[in-house]
């Protein structure tokens, strides 16, 4: 059973920055694509970005590109989403999520099989 717990989430101003961690439980990590979502309040889950097993694919949300960068360490068993010129819009529960599957792309919520707890990020002044 793989466990993923988020970390790295609070309060910033727009335009700020926050970097947000995932840790797994296990080391073949490298069999995983991870991805991350985020929920405003009263909206559905929306995939942010995604990362290969290996990290030679990363994929973005439009709304998101160019801002946020997503990274990961098999070795640390971490995985790690950048977040920079933060808006109001960005605020919501960000989740990492697992994945067996080869997702040439974010993905949908249905295709990851493993969630963290999720970690609160808002963004005002």
């Known amino acids: 059973q793989l466990q993923l717990v988020e970390s790295g989430g609070g309060l910033v101003q727009p335009g700020g920055s926050l970097t947000l961690s995932c840790t797994a439980s296990?080391?073949?990590?490298?069999?995983?694509?991870i991805g991350w979502f985020r929920q405003a309040p009263g909206k559905e889950r929306e995939g942010v970005s995604s990362i290969s097993g290996v990290g030679d694919r990363t994929f973005y949300a439009d709304s998101v590109k160019d801002r946020f960068t997503i990274s990961r360490d098999n070795l640390k068993k971490q995985i790690s989403l950048h977040m920079n010129t933060l808006k109001a819009e960005d605020t919501g529960v960000y989740y990492c999520?697992?994945?067996?599957?080869?997702?040439?792309?974010?993905?949908?919520?249905?295709?990851?099989?493993?969630w963290g707890q999720g970690t609160q990020v808002t963004v005002s002044s």
């Open positions: 999520a697992a994945s067996v599957l080869l997702i040439g792309g974010v993905g949908d919520p249905n295709e990851y099989s493993y």
């Open positions: 296990r080391f073949d990590l490298d069999h995983y694509t």
